[in-house]
């Protein structure tokens, strides 16, 4: 086992606690009643841990106003990412989200069975898709602290209007803040993960 292990574990279960009773794939819009104010920006490149590609879909409609992103796969069983109303989020809080959805494919989460809703192991997957997400932004399109700023201001602003508790927004973004300073590359970390659920490709 590697010595980050631990600390990793650590890191998760900590933030796990404090995120609370809300998935937070979401981000409301910034005025619900006009959505359309931001550009979509460009998804990234993004392969699940099966190595196939993983395609981003557009849609408007779900809840009026509010950006989501979902990672599942489609009717054809290829996998997919679901961007609901990202004209209502700014760029890069798109970019994130992407990045994040991304990240499920990324770890297998997608095709493993869904833990329960909110349980610690659903919670690990969040920080964890957080934390790749964040880890590709500095490394790939070269975030540097103000750029880090920039998400968790935006982070911020979203979960404050859809009504989260402080404790759950300063600990979601304290994660982030915390990976951005990982050393290693997002593959390593992906690799890490897929290690300890044997998904590892050899
Ligand atoms: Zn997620």
Do not use: W
């Not at 770890?107 to 192991?121: A, F, I, K, M």
């Amino acid at each position: 086992m590697s010595p980050a292990t631990p600390r990793l574990t650590t890191l998760i279960a900590a933030v796990g606690f404090a995120i609370g009773s809300v998935c937070f794939d979401t981000a409301s819009s910034q005025e619900t009643q006009t959505a359309g104010t931001f550009e979509v920006v460009t998804p990234p490149a993004c392969n699940n841990d099966k190595g196939e590609v993983v395609r981003f879909v557009d849609r408007s409609g779900g809840r009026t106003g509010m950006a989501a992103g979902m990672a599942r796969r489609d009717s054809s069983n290829n996998p997919i990412v679901l961007r609901s109303n990202y004209t209502s989020a700014p760029p890069v809080f798109q970019s994130f989200i992407d990045r994040h959805e991304c990240a499920h494919h990324q770890t297998g989460d997608v095709d493993r069975p869904h833990p329960p809703r909110n349980g610690p192991e659903h919670l690990m997957n969040e920080s964890i898709s957080d934390c790749v997400a964040i880890l590709r932004l500095r490394d790939e399109d070269g975030y540097d602290q103000a750029g880090l700023k920039k998400v968790t201001a935006a982070l911020r602003n979203e979960m404050t209007k859809i009504g989260f508790p402080e404790i759950s927004i300063s600990s979601r973004i304290s994660n982030i803040e915390n990976c951005f300073l990982k050393l290693g590359t997002p593959q390593e970390f992906i690799n890490k993960i897929l290690k300890k659920r044997g998904l590892l490709q050899p």
